[in-house]
């Protein structure tokens, strides 16, 4: 049997993680301007995170990078808003149970850490994770927060923590 190890981001993770979150990006046709995809720090992931009040976990299946996610505070909002971001993996992490665990280590992180809020960004079509996020109790709302250029994700959830 195939184990997944969750841990927190190293800089060796760096290009494989940016691998993964383009390889799902582009299997689900996500447009790649105003998307996770442009994202400058897509290719500095662990530098991104190395900041007070964030932080990003990689899932390793057999010390390969399948899949992560993230937490850092929203960019032009309060400091008690929090941001799940690039939470994205690949097929063979899917439908494991890998999502509720590193969604949960996410929300512990931001709890601990002073958040009062976490909200996300995603797209109409990824239902998969659109029940995820519910079932951990994010709500869907009328419109985007902060700054995260993320212009081409419609769909804006939050969660009270």
Not at 72 to 77: A, F, S
Not at 130 to 144: M, V
Request: glycine share 6%; charged share 20%.
């Amino acid at each position: 049997m195939n184990s997944f190890h969750i841990r927190p981001i190293e800089i060796q993770d760096n290009s494989a993680i940016a691998a993964v979150i383009r390889y799902v990006l582009l299997e689900h046709n996500v447009p790649k301007v105003g998307t996770a995809f442009a994202d400058p720090q897509l290719d500095y992931m662990q530098q991104t995170y190395a900041i007070a009040r964030a932080c990003y976990f990689v899932v390793e299946q057999n010390r390969t990078v399948v899949g992560g996610a993230g937490i850092q505070q929203l960019e032009n909002e309060a400091a008690n808003i929090c941001e799940l971001q690039k939470m994205y993996f690949l097929p063979e992490a899917r439908g494991k149970g890998i999502g509720s665990s590193i969604m949960q280590l996410c929300l512990d992180f931001a709890k601990a850490n002073g958040f009062e809020y976490c909200y996300l960004e995603t797209m109409p079509y990824m239902q998969d994770a659109q029940k995820l996020y519910t079932k951990f109790g994010f709500e869907y709302i009328d419109a985007p927060m902060g700054n995260t250029g993320h212009t081409s994700c419609p769909v804006w959830m939050l969660k009270k923590l």
